[in-house]
């Protein structure tokens, strides 16, 4: 089951079911997110109105105020490359929403940079608050995975710590 964020002519961003090249309109971001679990149980059997992708404008399906958390040197192959010790705990960092897109939009490229730094990445949307929680509790919270591009401009990184 895919789903992915679209937006309507008023920009009010909601969540679609994506079935080939159709997407099935499913709630606003807030209701959505209120029961993500409830929704992925009805969407196959939700009889909305289906539209092409092609005739939607596709945004990120978070909502403004998500936290996009992100481990550095989460592969050991990884900081190797890069002459990195494994760090004895993650390096943790954020994305500010904000900054997210989605696929085929065109990405600036801050002024003295000459270009910026990708790395493919798998995200993993958690679908209920969990705190300090064992591994069986926490991949239960996991509501889905999703391709990441993280973009860097190193320069720009370069002048401070992080």
Not at 3 to 28: N, W
Not at 90 to 109: C, Q
């Amino acid at each position: 089951m895919k789903f992915m964020g679209i937006a309507d002519d008023d920009y009010q961003s909601r969540i679609g079911l994506l079935d080939g090249e159709y997407v099935t309109p499913l709630a606003t971001l807030e209701e959505f997110w209120a029961d993500p679990f409830g929704w992925q149980e009805r969407a196959t059997s939700t009889s909305g109105a289906r539209v092409l992708r092609s005739e939607v404008r596709e945004v990120p399906l978070i909502q403004p105020a998500a936290r996009v958390i992100c481990v550095g040197l989460n592969y050991r192959a990884h900081a190797a490359e890069g002459s990195f010790a494994v760090p004895e705990y993650p390096t943790l960092f954020g994305r500010w929403t904000a900054s997210l897109s989605v696929g085929g939009v065109a990405a600036p490229v801050p002024a003295g940079e000459a270009g910026l730094d990708w790395e493919g990445e798998v995200a993993a949307v958690v679908g209920r608050r969990i705190e300090s929680a064992d591994a069986d509790t926490a991949e239960a919270a996991v509501f889905g995975y999703s391709t990441f591009n993280d973009l860097t401009a190193r320069r720009a990184q370069k002048l401070t710590a992080q």
